[in-house]
């Protein structure tokens, strides 16, 4: 029993580490640019088809993921220079709608060159490691450690450097730091690539684990986006609590309800945490902006 | 604004003829014509919510879904009539959208596109678990399409068109009444600047309530046609990235905010995949595409630039000092 609860925790953990990647990605870019990027779980996409293709071609696992973040980086940019930047100052219902339309063109593009046929990338790491507890596969070891790595990334470079104030004073106020002189595209670029970089790693790592294929996108997003209404949006440290939360809670309902359920147990704790706490546990009510 | 009497009268023409076109037509272009009037009917009741109101639902795809199932158990397993089924499909989904927006407007912006889309989501898994009611992934088949008149020389296919047709007609003229009604009114109020309208004393919640509700009512019809003229539905016709995004899709390219956008724009997205049926992979991508050029060089949509030709040829004319919206710039 108790052993049972251990190894679903360890499971939990594992899950929820690769929401919390895709996770922090989007709360980076909504936090700092406030546009809601459906597009995101298509850069997770395309970053797993790329390793997946490179890793086809004979190149090692690691080359072949930092190689298709790069270029998931350059299409996050292209994204937001043709779905979002022109809509600067418009309503937040068009770049919601312009980010559907860019996830859906992404989806279906992914769809006409790799085909809707599930594929796999082989692991990069095999084995498991075995405590009297309970089982934990290498591969999943990797994937926490990733988003360790990642955290400590992104903390550093938006607190030891220029650009990293430049991205907070930006999301402060977007306006004042305009004023101040910052400048926006640099900004919404490095926004981007980081979000864009973020996105491809997990979809790699996860790609190593699970199968890929042109909508594998659509449930990360989706857990995403309910990890950023758990952590609060905008807050880096609600997106890996709130990531590993959701890992713990699908997997619990997994294991001791019915895995049909365990998308459904994630949408309701979604529309219950919007209920009880809307601003999430790590967020602060914020007036209207 | 034209006002009802005049509108009801031209769609009434416009009905008649659109069902005498239907008589000399062969029956894969009649399936089209009724893929679009359902279509048409679900974007202009979604348009009510969407361009009205200024609420984007992501819920909708499940709501058509519930529709279309109540629809099917009622004629299958209750044993109802085609037109108990319809006016009952519609109550039950009208109740569901009910409280789903109880719980959604609540948040507004992003929150309640996610978290609709959470519920469309739900909603969708809900039909795959719940197999012993709705057959799971392999469809519920066998549904009792709405039988013709014995007085009517018609066969099944025509008729099944006409029926189409009366629903977009239907949900077109309730759309008008209702955007021109005092709650219609006060949804555009929510739309153009909730505070203000709350600070004159606008009653902003029974306002949206009723457009969800409303936009629930006919989707749940919609969806019962859609299950009685198919004779089959599956859970992948209701998924939130297909039926709920296409939902959007027509919406905004037809022409956010008029009721007769929508229509064409339903027109425009039907024909687009029959057009492109030898690169069926094409269609989705073709939606995506469209949306996006839609969104950023035409918000509102093909009725925004057909307003807009109009004004220009009108403009030599009869050219007026009063302060119209284009005027001002």
């Known amino acids: ?289 | 604004m034209a006002r009802i009497p005049h509108i009801a009268l031209i769609s009434a023409v416009a009905f008649a003829a659109a069902v005498a076109v239907a008589t000399q037509m062969n029956d894969y272009l009649l399936y089209v014509v009724i893929l679009w009037a359902i279509f048409a009917s679900l974007a202009v009741s979604f348009d009510v919510l969407l361009g009205y109101t200024g609420y984007l639902s992501l819920a909708h795809g499940a709501l058509f879904g519930l529709g279309a199932y109540t629809g099917a158990i009622m004629t299958t397993r209750a044993g109802a009539g085609f037109w108990l089924a319809l006016p009952v499909a519609g109550l039950v989904t009208a109740g569901v959208a009910m409280v789903v927006a109880l719980i959604a407007f609540r948040t507004r912006g992003l929150y309640f596109a996610v978290l609709t889309l959470g519920i469309g989501l739900i909603g969708h898994q809900m039909f795959l678990v719940a197999s012993g009611l709705t057959g799971g992934v392999l469809g519920f088949a066998g549904i009792p399409g709405p039988g013709v008149p014995s007085w009517l020389p018609i066969d099944q296919n025509l008729w099944n068109t006409c029926l189409a047709l009366a629903l977009l007609l239907v949900t077109f003229l309730a759309a008008q009444v209702f955007v021109r009604s005092r709650l219609g009114a006060a949804c555009i109020a929510v739309r153009e600047d909730m505070t203000l309208a709350q600070a004159l004393g606008i009653g902003i919640s029974r306002a949206r309530l009723s457009a969800f509700i409303f936009s629930g009512f006919f989707t749940g019809l919609a969806g019962a046609l859609f299950a009685a003229i198919n004779n089959f539905v599956a859970p992948e016709s209701f998924t939130v990235l297909g039926t709920g995004f296409q939902l959007v899709a027509l919406v905004v390219v037809g022409g956010m905010g008029t009721l007769w956008g929508p229509i064409l724009g339903a027109a425009l997205l039907t024909a687009l995949p029959e057009a492109l049926r030898m690169a069926s992979g094409y269609s989705m991508l073709a939606y995506g595409v469209l949306l996006l050029v839609f969104i950023l060089f035409a918000p509102k949509g093909f009725a925004g630039l057909i307003q807009r030709g109009a004004a220009v040829l009108r403009r030599p004319a009869t050219r007026k000092l009063s302060p119209t919206k284009e005027g001002v710039r």
């Open chain 1, 1 to 289: 029993m108790l052993d049972l609860f251990l190894q679903q925790t360890v499971n939990g953990l594992a899950l929820g580490s690769t929401y919390a990647l895709v996770a922090l990605g989007l709360t980076l870019i909504f936090g700092v640019l406030l546009i809601p990027n459906f597009a995101h779980g298509e850069f997770y996409m395309v970053g797993a088809f790329l390793t997946y293709a490179l890793v086809m071609a004979g190149l090692n696992f690691w080359l072949a993921m930092a190689l298709g973040a790069l270029a998931v980086i350059a299409l996050g940019c292209l994204i937001d220079l043709v779905a979002f930047r022109p809509l600067r100052g418009a309503p937040p219902l068009s770049l919601m709608i312009s980010a559907l339309a860019a996830s859906i063109i992404l989806q279906q593009t992914a769809t006409l060159i790799w085909t809707s046929e599930a594929r796999t990338i082989p692991t990069p790491v095999t084995g498991v490691l075995r405590t009297p507890f309970f089982i934990v596969t290498w591969m999943q070891v990797v994937v926490m450690a990733s988003l360790i790595l990642s955290v400590a990334a992104i903390w550093a470079i938006l607190n030891r450097t220029r650009l990293g104030l430049a991205i907070r004073a930006t999301a402060q106020n977007h306006d004042a730091a305009l004023l101040m002189g910052i400048s926006m595209v640099q900004v919404r670029l490095a926004t981007f690539a980081i979000g864009a970089a973020l996105g491809a790693i997990a979809g790699a790592l996860l790609g190593a684990t699970f199968p890929i294929y042109p909508t594998m996108g659509v449930n990360p997003v989706l857990k995403a986006f309910v990890v950023l209404v758990l952590g609060g949006i905008g807050s880096l440290r609600g997106a890996v609590l709130g990531g590993l939360f959701l890992g713990l809670v699908e997997v619990m309902v997994a294991g001791y309800l019915s895995t049909e359920l365990q998308d459904i147990g994630a949408f309701t704790l979604l529309v219950l945490v919007l209920l009880i706490r809307p601003q999430g546990f790590f967020g602060t009510a914020q007036v209207e902006r």
